[in-house]
């Protein structure tokens, strides 16, 4: 098993504007070369992973009081200190704590051959990254800066660095794949 965050970006590393919002990255919704990737990357993915404000997002943006539009088939865990509502139909897992122990929990349940996906946001990856959990960083950065907002991953990441495994373009955007060395 592999743990994978795959996500959009700036330019400039915010994955969310000032407000929490992703319209800026709308305007890109209906380029069809935007991300060939996707499609393969989601079939590999067997569990998924995000935070209270991803999911909350989401519950606004996306679900709008209609329970059949949560995006995703997989088993998904939400790291909150708040209780949140539940969606009926999802199968959802809310936990709190170190990611350790909901890594390994994961690690034991997901059929071989699946990952697991760290949807978001950027503090949370970072603490799969603190505690050496993190292999591959997918990155779409899309040809706008934002200036402030959410960043991609509040971490120093430098020694040692990732390592490139694919830049291509993929419609307006820059497809980046980074490999996370653990040493």
Do not use: K
């Not at 497809?175 to 996370?180: A, E, M």
């Amino acid at each position: 098993m592999e743990t994978h965050y795959y996500t959009a970006t700036s330019i400039d590393g915010r994955i969310a504007d000032e407000e929490n919002s992703l319209g800026w990255l709308f305007q890109f919704s209906d380029d069809p070369g935007a991300d060939d990737r996707y499609a393969g990357f989601v079939a590999g993915i067997g569990a998924i992973v995000m935070g209270s404000t991803t999911y909350e997002w989401l519950l606004r943006e996306e679900i709008r009081d209609d329970p059949s539009r949560w995006p995703y088939a997989q088993p998904t865990w939400v790291f909150t200190s708040r209780t949140l509502p539940a969606i009926p139909g999802a199968d959802l897992r809310f936990v709190s704590g170190p990611v350790e122990p909901v890594h390994a929990e994961i690690a034991a349940t997901l059929p071989e051959g699946q990952d697991l996906w760290l949807v978001g946001g950027g503090e949370l990856v970072g603490m799969f990254l603190d505690a050496g959990l993190l292999d591959l960083i997918h990155l779409g950065v899309a040809p706008v800066f934002l200036g402030a907002g959410a960043p991609l991953l509040p971490r120093r990441l430098v020694t040692p660095p990732l390592v490139l495994e694919e830049c291509r373009p993929g419609g307006p955007f820059a497809l980046l794949r980074y490999r996370v060395q653990h040493g």
